[in-house]
């Protein structure tokens, strides 16, 4: 089985009529293994434009040959002699001389970058550094994938198939690798190629794909068993990272051969990765993954570009990725948030999408120790994504919406942040159409979604004068999602813990309502709430500053639920109104847990204190500002007024310290005085 199938096929098939290698003529040697004692050289073909590759390979001597080679028909050269110890060449009969060779033809060009040799270098791919540079590369180019869709389709080499479980999720097909010459078993080299289509490569690998790993470690090490005899503790099943070609599959080699990528550096053992998937659901998607890539291929050019082997540090591409190039195209996004902090989030609820993944967040933030907050605040955060592209009701197809949302974050944001944005909210549709993962993650966003909606409609019926949904309904969905306090619920039947949580969230969701001062002091229309403006500086906060950012943009006003929205204009000195903010979070969180206050208050005073060295607290303290001027300009643009909200420009001009920040208000000042100047 062979991974260098040929894009798109082509009508020359020499390999109808080959008997003889008399068509080839010898062009140049590609590269070289001399431990191995393999060489690859590139050859053109009589009658043919196109050239080809051959691979020629030393087979492993076997008892029948060395037999065969132990007669008067080998020729033996003598080099030297010195006392007890001789060297010769050996001529052996041809039956006992074979080299094994495989050909590529048509080759094109990428086949042979593969192919020739040159320098390696290590790559070590933290997920940002996949999702920013590996991942995008790797969509643009990759190998036609046809020849192994003719495998598992039955279309070719069916008569070389070991084994085969049809299922199509757990399914596989076992069949010898084209490295192995089938003569020996102690150069046994065979692939087990999934049927599930989709899976890409290790980085694509959750506790939902656990069933079809263990699968394969168990019947593909039996079946060489059982028809090879290698024990299993004789067999080494790994995977490649970077693999050749991006459809899932593993390799299974007798531990007495050591071929090309079972180094270290490339090959990943089964087991541990199926025990690492076990330890944690998300393991390769958080993982550092070193890989090796060679000069001449072109992810090691991608890599060069973006600076990775000149810069001391590597590349951080949330941090740095916004602050080269023009950013009105990222301002196009923001401003696509900007209609999530006003558009309802459904036909009958006033709630916009982006209040409710701001309180989703929260709510997040409000789960018990030991969980992934990053993950679980992050599919929150993109859970707003909805609203982007066309229209969004209940007769959206999820695939489609998710299709939709990559295609426009690949067209605005930078390649790391539109990887990260697409991976979130891709995760939140999986789990809102109840395609949970199994890990603990998945389970509690679950039952944040549903609480979530509970929440909603309890406001609803509260906005029409309903009876409210009963109280303990609540806080049994609380339980079952198992908030802290749920022990006391369920065991003791003390309702007191939970009773608090819960009346935390309703007092930080009067921020859905509370309308910005600023924007109703200028009369503007139907102006954002604190909950919006919170949300957007969140989603920005997470793409530049990480999920510290993330979680200060979202607590940073949140006491204005008890005390409002205070500006320079209400008469309250700076002082005054500190402590007044201060006193009003103490009071909003003095009854929930510890973890909880930690999180939420300690968040609060990172953004109020400023402390030196603090980047993530000055990066919020930008956002803050510039969501401001943005939202702004939204108005002004909407409104068609002029220039009539500039103060906030006004006040805001020499405010900016952080990069990309102070890069972004330059390009919208830019921006705005273009557009006012062509109106």
Not at 14 to 36: A, C
Request: glycine content about 6%; hydrophobic content about 35%.
């Amino acid at each position: 089985m062979s991974a260098d199938g040929v894009n798109g096929g082509s009508s020359e098939n020499i390999h109808l009529s080959t008997t003889d290698l008399s068509k080839f003529t010898f062009t140049r040697v590609l590269s070289e293994d001399t431990d191995r004692k393999v060489v690859t050289v590139q050859a053109s073909v009589t009658g043919s434009p196109h050239p080809a590759i051959l691979t020629m390979e030393k087979l492993p001597f076997t008892p029948t040959a060395c037999q065969g080679t132990l007669t008067r028909d080998t020729v033996a050269a003598q080099q030297f002699t010195n006392d007890v110890y001789g060297q010769y060449s050996l001529h052996p009969p041809p039956q006992h001389n074979t080299v094994k060779c495989n050909i590529i033809h048509p080759a094109t060009e990428k086949h042979l970058e593969k192919y020739l040799s040159s320098p390696p270098h290590m790559i070590v791919e933290t997920p940002a550094l996949y999702r920013g540079v590996t991942r995008p590369h790797l969509e643009q180019e990759q190998f036609s994938l046809q020849w192994v869709y003719n495998v598992l389709e039955h279309k070719k080499e069916v008569e070389r198939i070991i084994y085969e479980d049809p299922d199509p999720v757990t399914g596989f097909i076992l069949a010898p690798d084209f490295k192995w010459s089938g003569d020996s078993v102690s150069d046994l080299y065979c692939l087990a190629i999934v049927h599930s289509r989709g899976i890409k490569s290790l980085r694509d690998l959750t506790s939902q794909h656990l069933t079809l790993l263990r699968n394969i470690k168990q019947e593909a090490t039996m079946a060489v068993k059982d028809k090879y005899g290698l024990e299993t503790s004789q067999i080494r099943a790994y995977l490649h990272y970077q693999p050749s070609y991006y459809h899932l599959h593993v390799h299974i080699t007798s531990l007495q051969f050591s071929p090309p990528g079972s180094g270290c550096e490339k090959s990943h053992l089964l087991d541990t990765v199926i025990a690492n998937i076990e330890m944690d659901s998300q393991y390769y998607q958080k993982a550092t993954l070193p890989f090796v890539v060679r000069e001449k291929e072109n992810l090691y050019k991608k890599y060069k570009e973006v600076g990775y082997f000149s810069n001391l540090e590597k590349p951080d591409f949330c941090s740095r990725e916004f602050e080269s190039g023009n950013s009105s195209v990222s301002l196009k996004f923001w401003e696509m948030l900007g209609r999530a902090k006003h558009e309802p989030c459904g036909e009958f609820w006033e709630t916009t999408y982006g209040e409710s993944a701001w309180r989703l967040a929260v709510m997040c933030l409000s789960l018990g120790e030991g969980v992934d907050k990053a993950r679980l605040v992050g599919m929150a955060l993109s859970s707003s994504l909805t609203s982007v592209g066309g229209i969004n009701d209940e007769n959206t197809e999820w695939g489609e919406k998710v299709a939709e949302v990559k295609r426009v974050l690949k067209e605005h944001l930078p390649a790391e942040s539109a990887g990260l944005l697409y991976d979130l909210f891709e995760e939140h549709a999986r789990v809102r159409r109840g395609k949970l993962d199994g890990s603990k993650e998945h389970q509690l966003y679950r039952g944040v979604l549903e609480m979530e909606e509970i929440m909603l409609r309890w406001e609803e019926e509260v906005k029409e004068g309903k009876s409210m949904s009963e109280v303990k309904d609540l806080l049994s969905k609380m339980c079952r999602v198992k908030f802290p306090g749920w022990e006391q619920f369920s065991l003791l039947s003390d309702p007191g813990p939970l009773t608090k949580l819960l009346q935390f969230w309703l007092n930080i969701s009067r921020l859905q309502k509370l309308r910005r001062t600023g924007w109703v002091r200028c009369g503007v229309r139907e102006p954002e709430t604190v909950a919006g403006h919170m949300y957007r500086m969140g989603v920005m906060g997470l793409l530049v500053g990480g999920i510290e950012a993330a979680v200060i943009s979202l607590c940073h006003d949140m006491a204005e639920c008890v005390i409002g929205d205070i500006t320079p204009h209400c008469a309250v000195s700076q002082e005054d109104k500190e402590v007044k903010e201060d006193n009003a979070f103490k009071q909003l969180v003095r009854d929930l847990p510890g973890h909880i206050v930690r999180e939420l208050y300690g968040a609060f005073r990172r953004y109020e204190d400023q402390r030196e060295g603090d980047m993530s607290a000055r990066l919020v303290k930008d956002l803050d500002k510039y969501d401001m001027i943005l939202q702004a300009w939204e108005y002004e643009k909407r409104d068609k007024k002029g220039a009539y909200l500039q103060q906030f420009f006004d006040s805001t001009s020499t405010v900016f310290k952080t990069i990309p920040i102070k890069k972004w208000q330059q390009d919208l000042l830019s921006f705005r005085e273009k557009h006012f100047a062509e109106a």
